[in-house]
C-alpha cells in the first residue's frame, strides 16, 4: 500500500511501497487514515536534520497528526468499534524499567530519552493508508469533529501548556479565578500568542476560551490571510513588522502569559523581555540550530528576579492532553466553525505530498487526504 516515506540514505522523500497491517496482538486496533496533516517537524525532517527509521528499515513513514477510522479491532480491544473515528497520539514510552514517567503513562516527559515517536523517531507514522497501534494509544472522536479533527495534535500543545501553567500559577492565589467546577481561567489576564500558524491560532482559540485578553503578534504585515482568520474569532492580530515592543507592552498592559510558538529565537527572547509582573512565558517552538544570537541577558534576568517570572518549555503530550484537545475542539466548533475549518487550508492526494514537504510552505494547515 502507498505511504510517504523520508529515506535518510538517499537523502530522499517518495512514496513508498509499505506492507499492509495486521494485527499483531488482541489489543490492537487496524486504523485507516482518513486525513494526515503536515507540518514544520514533518519539513524539517525532509531536510534530514532529525528524524530516524526504525531499526528494520530504510525508510520512515512520515505523518503525526492524523484523524482516522476503526477498520478492525483485535478480541482483547474493549473501547473501539469498527468505523469509530479516532486521533492517535505521538510518542511511546521507553522501554526501561527506571523511567518513572514512561512507568506513568507520562513519555512526553521521559527521563531517559529513549523514548520513540511515530512518524518522527524510529516508528513509522502515518502518512499511510493503515496502520495499526495498540488500543491505548488512541483516542475516540466524536462524528461531528471529522472536518477538524486532523487538527487535534497540534492542539495537544497549548492544552499540555496549560496544564503546566495552571498548577504553576497557583502560585498566585490571589489571581486566580475559579469556574463551577473549581478550575481557574484567565479572567483579567492578558495573554500573548507568539505567531499566526496552526498551533498559534489553535493557542490563541483556547486562551480566549480559558477567558484570557488575548493578542496574536506575529511577523506579517495586516491585512493577511492568517490576520484575518485570528481577528475573526475576536482576537486583535498585531503586526510585528509595524508595532514594536514597546508598543504591544503599552497596548497589552501586564503581559501574564506569553505562548510562544513561533519557533524563531530572536523574536521570543524580545518578547520574554517585556514579560509582565509574575508572568509566565511558555516555549514551544523548537528552532533548527543557527549561528548565537544578541540577547539582553541582564534586562531579562533582572526581569525573571524581579518580576517573579516563570519560563517553562513543553513538549506534547500525554493523553490527557488529547482528551482536552477533543473536548475543546468541540467548544471552538461550536463558538467559532467557520475559523476552525479555515485553519485548514486544503487537502491533496498522498501524490501531492513531496511538493508540499519539499517547497515553500504556504497556507496554513495543509493536509494529505487518504479518503477516497
Ligand atoms: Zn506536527
Ligand atoms: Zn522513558
Known amino acids: 500500500m502507498q505511504a510517504v516515506g523520508?529515506?535518510?540514505?538517499?537523502?530522499?522523500?517518495?512514496?513508498?511501497?509499505?506492507?499492509?497491517?495486521?494485527?499483531?496482538?488482541?489489543?490492537?486496533v487496524i486504523v485507516k487514515s482518513i486525513d494526515v496533516g503536515i507540518c514544520g517537524t514533518d519539513r524539517e525532517i525532509c531536510t534530514f536534520v532529525y528524524g530516524d527509521p526504525p531499526k528494520d528499515s530504510d525508510y520512515l513513514v512520515l505523518g503525526h497528526e492524523c484523524l482516522g477510522i476503526v477498520?478492525?479491532?483485535g478480541s482483547a480491544v474493549e473501547n473501539f468499534l469498527?468505523?469509530?473515528?479516532?486521533?492517535?497520539?505521538?510518542?511511546?514510552?521507553?522501554?526501561?524499567?527506571?523511567?518513572?514517567?514512561?512507568?506513568?503513562?507520562?513519555?512526553?516527559?521521559?527521563?531517559?530519552?529513549?523514548?520513540?515517536?511515530?512518524?518522527?523517531?524510529?516508528?513509522?507514522?502515518?502518512?499511510?493508508?493503515?496502520?495499526?497501534?495498540?488500543?491505548?494509544?488512541l483516542n475516540y472522536v466524536p462524528v461531528n469533529l471529522k472536518d477538524v479533527a486532523v487538527l487535534v495534535e497540534p492542539l495537544t500543545i497549548v492544552e499540555k501548556a496549560m496544564a503546566q501553567v495552571w498548577p504553576t500559577q497557583c502560585r498566585?492565589?490571589?489571581?486566580?479565578?475559579?469556574?463551577?467546577?473549581?478550575?481557574?481561567?484567565?479572567?483579567?489576564?492578558?495573554?500573548?500568542?507568539?505567531?499566526?500558524?496552526?498551533?498559534?491560532?489553535?493557542?490563541?482559540?483556547?486562551?480566549?476560551?480559558?477567558?484570557?485578553?488575548?493578542?496574536?503578534?506575529?511577523?506579517?504585515?495586516?491585512?493577511?490571510?492568517?490576520?484575518?482568520?485570528?481577528?475573526?474569532?475576536?482576537?486583535?492580530?498585531?503586526?510585528?513588522?509595524?508595532?514594536?515592543?514597546?508598543?504591544?507592552?503599552?497596548?497589552?498592559?501586564?503581559?501574564?502569559?506569553?505562548y510562544e510558538a513561533v519557533g524563531v529565537s530572536s523574536i521570543s527572547y524580545k518578547v520574554l523581555s517585556i514579560l509582565g509582573l509574575n508572568g509566565i512565558y511558555v516555549f514551544t517552538g523548537i528552532p533548527a540550530p543557527k549561528p548565537a544570537i544578541e540577547v539582553d541577558a541582564d534586562l531579562i534576568m533582572r526581569n525573571l528576579v524581579l518580576k517573579n517570572q516563570v519560563v517553562i518549555g513543553t513538549v506534547n503530550a500525554d493523553q490527557g492532553a488529547f482528551i482536552s484537545a477533543?473536548?475543546?475542539?468541540?467548544?471552538?466548533?461550536?463558538?467559532?466553525?467557520?475559523?476552525?475549518?479555515?485553519?485548514?487550508?486544503?487537502?491533496?492526494?498522498?501524490?501531492?505530498?513531496?511538493?508540499?514537504?519539499?517547497?515553500?510552505?504556504?497556507?496554513?494547515?495543509?493536509?494529505?487526504?487518504?479518503?477516497?
Open 71 to 73: 477498520q478492525e479491532v
Open 6 to 28: 523520508a529515506i535518510p540514505k538517499k537523502k530522499e522523500v517518495a512514496i513508498i511501497d509499505h506492507p499492509k497491517p495486521v494485527l499483531s496482538s488482541d489489543n490492537e
Open 172 to 258: 498566585l492565589p490571589w489571581a486566580k479565578d475559579k469556574d463551577a467546577k473549581g478550575r481557574p481561567n484567565g479572567k483579567g489576564l492578558n495573554a500573548v500568542v507568539l505567531g499566526a500558524g496552526p498551533v498559534g491560532i489553535l493557542g490563541a482559540m483556547k486562551l480566549k476560551t480559558e477567558g484570557f485578553n488575548t493578542f496574536v503578534y506575529s511577523r506579517s504585515k495586516a491585512p493577511n490571510p492568517k490576520a484575518e482568520l485570528v481577528e475573526s474569532f475576536g482576537v486583535p492580530y498585531i503586526s510585528a513588522q509595524e508595532t514594536s515592543l514597546e508598543e504591544l507592552a503599552e497596548r497589552v498592559g501586564n503581559i501574564d502569559l506569553v
Open 326 to 372: 477533543i473536548k475543546d475542539l468541540g467548544v471552538f466548533m461550536e463558538r467559532w466553525p467557520e475559523a476552525l475549518k479555515r485553519i485548514i487550508t486544503s487537502r491533496f492526494g498522498a501524490q501531492d505530498s513531496r511538493s508540499l514537504l519539499l517547497d515553500k510552505a504556504t497556507g496554513i494547515k495543509n493536509v494529505i487526504s487518504f479518503d477516497h
Open 82 to 137: 469498527p468505523g469509530d473515528l479516532v486521533v492517535p497520539s505521538v510518542r511511546r514510552p521507553c522501554t526501561h524499567n527506571h523511567c518513572a514517567p514512561c512507568k506513568d503513562d507520562m513519555q512526553d516527559f521521559c527521563s531517559t530519552g529513549d523514548f520513540v515517536e511515530r512518524g518522527i523517531k524510529m516508528r513509522h507514522g502515518y502518512m499511510t493508508e493503515y496502520w495499526a497501534e495498540e488500543e491505548k494509544y
